[in-house]
């Protein structure tokens, strides 16, 4: 049973006690959440081609108790601020041409909805992508995730529980203040990661921070916690923002191990219009997409 935030804070700091001695904000969307179509996939077929740059899954790793983790941090005092930190992972190695792509779903008021189009288009191409879902876009319709998640071109990721970025000093990117200790950063991750596992029974490998922005302790806190900080190499749609122009124009850029950020909460965003026209061209142009 999913348990509130606040009972797993008291059950891990108990549990510490005794074993102790990331413009890429989001902006509002509208539109509906219609059903995903059948891929003729059965479910767990691996996507071909697979990516060449694997990484162990947190499952195999006993994850430490988010409490143990914020208190190995506490009063730590971050000097780094950014995107593109030591420890993120913004690109992958590579022999070919192999792209990835990732979309943010970044939930809370007018941004639950889903962009169908864009996930229609990705089905219809059989392209493989890393979808960062937030909490509150997650707890707006979990069966939604659930279908998602049976979905072999889609991998799940954490997009944080409240889409803060993610400090221990409450830093701020685009105006959103960021979460304000080492302890709120830890619960930021692990929050959303136990949510996931509920509704989908497997652990999220990434995470990507609320405005995609950290420090580097809260870098050091998720890799900790058993996940990846993912940033990207091509800023594609600027938050859902951008036109369908300027989002074929972004993704134009993209080179091999490049991972590009883009949205998937804004139906009457560009994004899909312009992934039309983008994710064909790089296609024809060799380009292979992979998950990470």
Not at 28 to 43: I, K, M, N, P, W
Not at 122 to 137: G, H, M, S, V, Y
């Amino acid at each position: 049973m999913h348990s509130n935030g606040l009972s797993r804070r008291r059950l891990f700091g108990a549990c510490a006690a005794l074993t102790a001695g990331f413009a890429t904000g989001c902006a509002v969307a509208q539109g509906d959440s219609a059903a995903l179509e059948a891929t003729g996939r059965t479910a767990g077929q691996p996507v071909s081609p697979v990516s060449a740059h694997p990484i162990a899954t947190p499952e195999l790793v006993p994850a430490p108790f988010p409490a143990q983790v914020a208190a190995r941090h506490a009063g730590a005092v971050a000097h780094q601020w950014g995107v593109d930190l030591p420890g993120i992972t913004s690109s992958f190695p590579t022999g070919g041409k192999q792209f990835a792509l990732t979309l943010d779903a970044c939930g809370g008021p007018g941004n639950s909805d889903i962009d169908q189009s864009l996930i229609d288009l990705l089905i219809a191409e059989q392209i493989p992508a890393t979808l960062f879902l937030n909490k509150r876009w997650v707890d707006a319709d979990p069966a939604r995730v659930q279908r998602l998640a049976a979905n072999p071109l889609f991998e799940l990721a954490n997009h944080g529980g409240a889409h803060k970025p993610l400090s221990v000093s409450g830093r701020s990117a685009y105006k959103v203040a960021g979460t304000a200790s080492a302890e709120e950063a830890a619960y930021e991750v692990w929050d959303n990661h136990q949510r996931i596992i509920e509704l989908t029974g497997r652990a999220p490998r990434f995470f990507r921070a609320g405005t995609a922005h950290y420090d580097e302790v809260a870098v050091a806190i998720v890799n900790e916690l058993g996940e990846t900080p993912l940033g990207f190499t091509v800023n594609a749609d600027f938050g859902a923002t951008a036109s369908a122009a300027q989002v074929q124009r972004a993704m134009s850029a993209a080179t091999p191990g490049g991972i590009a950020l883009a949205h998937m909460h804004r139906p009457r965003s560009g994004t899909a219009a312009g992934m039309a026209a983008a994710l064909p061209a790089l296609r024809a142009a060799g380009f292979t997409f992979v998950h990470l």
